[in-house]
Structures are given as C-alpha cells and as structure tokens.
C-alpha cells in the first residue's frame, strides 16, 4: 500500500496488439474474463495541459484483487500511451489508485511534486468519472493514475470482479460497450 495514494487497484498495460495481449492473457496466465470496447469514449481529454482526442482500445479483466487493463492505442494524437509507445515502451506503463475522493487525491499528488499527464473523464463522460495520470519521473511503468470511482464507473468495475470470480475460461471476450455507456 501506497502511503500516498492507498491500495493499488490497477495495473495499465499499454500494448501494440491487445487482441494478442487479450490472448496471452486468457489463455497463458488465466486472468479474464476481459471487457473489451473497440473505442473507449473520452471526454474533455487534455494531455500536458492542451486538448487531444487519442482513440484507443481498451480491455479490463480482474486478477484477485487487482485490474488489469489493455490499452491500445490506434491514432498519433498526444497522450501519455502515445508518449510511452514513442519512447519505445511497451507493457506496463501506470499503476492506478481507485478514489471517491478525487479533488483531494489529485491535489496531494500534485503536493507531492508529481506533473500531471492527461486527464479526461472516461465511459459516460459523466461527472464522477475522471481520471488522472501523474508522473514524477523516474521508472517505466510507474505513472500514476487517480481514477475516480463512482457512479457507472463503479457499476462497471464491479461487473467485472464478479465475472472474474464466476470465470470458468468460457467466454474470455465480452462486450464492454453497454457498461460503459448506458
């Protein structure tokens, strides 16, 4: 546990291929089942302060009592996946910190010296559905994520726990698209 930021709840891999990531993961350490969106809506999406608009896949599976997300990125508009993949990265790029206290979180992380990434709000564009990525530097992987979890947010982080727990390897895709915006 983080003093700073509390419990890890994710880790966020940003791959090249996340139908191959999707894959190695289901089939060779058995984590899934994966929700998968072909285009993750984002809204009010700044990267370094400036609007951008990335388009990007994302998969979410639970392994325990930590998420897994696949994060691929398909178009050259600046975000903090694109920054990593640019720089030659690929695999874990954030660790993420699940808060209902997002004001708060994000404003300690910036106390502590941390630059913010990007920020947007994610699924429904809905207010209690931001997020933040913070880096201070230093090691591949340990951007930051504060993600405000509330509302279909949380409606959908839980679905997928609970798949997680039932998983008996059938069905390792599934479709994310209605959790994420009804």
Known sequence: MSRSFGVIRQLGYVV?????????????????PFFYIERQPVADFTYRGAPSAPEFSVALAQAGHVQVELIQQHNDAPSAFREFTDAGGQGLQHIAYWTDAFDALTGRAAALG?????????????????FAYFT??????????????AG??????????????AWDGTGPVRDMTALVTR
């Open 152 to 165: 279909r947010k949380a409606a959908l982080f839980e679905a997928v726990a609970a798949a997680a727990a």
């Open 136 to 149: 201070a530097g230093g090691h591949a992987g340990t951007v930051v994520e504060i993600s405000e979890v």
């Open 16 to 32: 090249p291929d996340i139908a191959s990531a999707i894959t190695h993961w289901t089939e060779r350490l058995e984590v899934g």
């Open 114 to 130: 941390y630059a913010e990434l990007q920020r947007g709000r994610s699924g429904s564009g809905g207010p209690d559905e931001r």
